[in-house]
């Protein structure tokens, strides 16, 4: 409950967060989804798929090429034992998820748009940047994903390089998509949630692991017997599940229903079926993620380069010399870990991994162009023409990747993949610390603004998350670096302003939540170069009750 008033009073000479400020009149100009309105005040499953939507796009980057392939690496390394932290890494994907759909909700701005009106210029820019270099990161992973399906769909013939450009196909097909309408495009979308599921429930089925197994490490919160190896890919589980773009995404997703801002019971009816959405979206990734995990975690634990050698040249499979006849254990990634279902289970089981892929790739470059043109058209205020800014960021995302598959061997893209993950986990923070910031300032979200126990928890979350994705960047950094002192310098530089950037942010959020007349808020040097620009004052009328819609 919230001593603040739903209507917020702000400073005059600043831009407000409503859909009043021409920044916000720019994105509104959208289709929007119509909620039906029902005579009834409980639970409506109408109301539940009109706003149906938003959270099974965003859930689609738990789902791309890079978090299968750290699904996949999990079960191998640590068969089921590392079920839990899958499973906690989306929990928490959702508590931040639901912080990003509520500021959309409630105040007509998507993420990227408010840290245009709350942040300075210089520290803008800065998140601004970061935010581009996790898209690139993801963008890559997605893009060298899908083509390696195509290239085992078409049994070698399409070689990697020429798989990325067919993946320029997506900005179009994107665009021409976009025109049918939004509920087609959801629909296009969840249809290729649904090939996932098929395609790697089918694995599941075949391959028939071990239920008990699965259950165990599920609710088993540790990793009994396990190598330094399984702790780092635990690392990687939340690394690969929490990606900070996607905040930025979902927050502009939500502005696609319409909903009336001025009422405060549509406000409430809009956070809860979103929150439900998003629960469910989850779910249905978390369970298809699970089935990879333990797909590899039944055929590969354990298992070296020759056992599957073996196999391989047993079922006479023409892919098997990518496996070394040794007795180092067995590192795949979602090519060699299509091979070994090939060989096990027959050929048939390779192209139906890979057709899963595909879908995994082809929906997550495409969600990809929508949070790189919020992400862009927010920090900039640009008013460029849906093209153009889909075209700009798809084309910043393909030049690099194109360079990495025409010049790397499809054998050595492992550990390109740890290396964008953790690209993305450093960029972790200017995401959830801008988000956490913004919902909890009573000058922006009003009654909706956060509890000091839903702060407390999201920011104890938060430092949990970052420090143990800062701990992977560091210790893949220091495993990898070479010499060289032009790089040392260009390390020690980045990392300065890394630190700098984050304590900026940090002590933006402690002010974003303090009461006009603290001391902090009215120090000068606070407000000219830290202090938000947006609502210096507020009102507090009397306390309102709330309650969610029953």
């Given at each position: 409950m919230s001593d603040y008033s739903l209507v917020l009073t702000f400073d005059e000479s600043q831009p407000r967060p409503t859909n009043t400020t021409d920044l916000s009149s720019k994105v509104e100009k959208g289709e929007k989804v119509h909620i039906p309105e029902s005579s009834s005040t409980g639970f409506s499953f109408r109301k539940l798929w009109a706003f149906t939507g938003p959270g099974f796009l965003m859930s689609i980057a738990y789902l791309d090429p890079g978090n299968i392939e750290s699904d996949l690496q999990s079960g191998t390394i640590a068969r089921y034992k590392l079920l839990w932290v899958l499973m906690s890494a989306t929990v928490l994907g959702l508590v931040m998820q639901r912080l990003s759909a509520r500021l959309g909700v409630v105040t007509g701005l998507h993420l990227a748009d408010m840290c245009y009106h709350q942040y300075r210029k210089a520290p803008r820019l800065f998140v601004w940047l970061m935010m581009e270099v996790a898209i690139i990161g993801s963008d890559m992973q997605e893009v060298i994903g899908t083509s390696i399906a195509i290239y085992l769909l078409s049994n070698k013939m399409i070689p990697l390089w020429i798989g990325v450009l067919?993946?320029?196909?997506?900005?179009?097909?994107?665009l021409m998509l976009d025109k049918y309408g939004l509920r087609k495009l959801e629909l296009v979308f969840g249809l290729f949630i649904v090939i996932m599921a098929l395609s790697f429930g089918f694995e599941f089925a075949i391959v028939q692991p071990d239920i008990k197994d699965m259950a165990k490490g599920l609710v088993t919160p540790w990793c009994s017997n396990c190598q330094e190896s399984s702790f780092l890919q635990a690392v990687g589980i939340i690394g690969a599940?929490?990606?900070?773009?996607?905040?930025?995404?979902?927050?502009?997703?939500?502005?696609s229903r319409k909903v009336d801002r001025t009422k405060k019971d549509k406000l409430q009816e809009a956070n809860y079926y979103f929150f439900i959405e998003s629960c469910l979206a989850l779910f249905v990734s978390f369970v298809i993620n699970v089935c990879v995990v333990s797909v590899f975690a039944h055929g590969l634990y354990n298992k070296t380069n020759s056992d599957v050698l073996e196999i391989c040249?047993?079922?006479?499979?023409?892919?098997?010399?990518?496996?070394q006849n040794d007795t180092e254990l067995v590192?795949?990634?979602?090519?060699?870990?299509?091979?070994?279902l090939g060989c096990q289970f027959g050929i048939g089981a390779m192209y139906i991994w890979a057709i899963g892929i595909l879908a995994a790739g082809q929906s997550s470059t495409m969600t990809g162009c929508y949070a790189g043109q919020f992400v862009m058209e927010g920090f900039l205020n640009l008013q460029w023409s849906r093209w153009k800014r889909v075209g700009f960021t798809r084309l910043v995302a393909i030049a690099p990747t194109f360079y990495?598959?025409?010049?790397?061997?499809?054998?050595d893209l492992t550990g390109m993949n740890d290396l964008l993950n953790a690209v993305m986990s450093l960029q972790l923070p200017f995401a959830t610390l801008p988000v956490i910031a913004f919902t909890s300032n009573p000058r922006i979200m009003g009654e909706f603004t956060n509890g000091l126990g839903n702060v407390l928890i999201t920011i104890i979350l938060s430092a949990i998350i970052i420090s143990i994705n800062l701990y992977f960047v560091i210790h893949h950094t220091i495993t990898n670096f070479t010499y060289n002192l032009t790089l040392l310098i260009g390390v020690i530089t980045y990392s300065t302003i890394y630190l700098f950037m984050c304590a900026y942010l940090t002590l933006h959020l402690v002010i974003s939540m303090l009461d006009d007349s603290s001391v902090l808020r009215k120090n000068p040097f606070v407000i000219r170069f830290i202090g938000p620009p947006i609502g210096n004052t507020f009102s507090q009328p009397k306390q309102t009750n709330y309650s969610p819609p029953k």
């Open positions: 067919i993946t320029v196909i997506d900005t179009l097909s994107f599940i929490i990606m900070p773009h996607n905040l930025y995404l979902h927050s502009g997703l939500v502005k040249t047993k079922n006479n499979n023409t892919y098997s010399d990518i496996f590192e795949v990634d979602i090519y060699k870990g299509g091979v070994f990495v598959a025409f010049f790397s061997n499809i054998n």
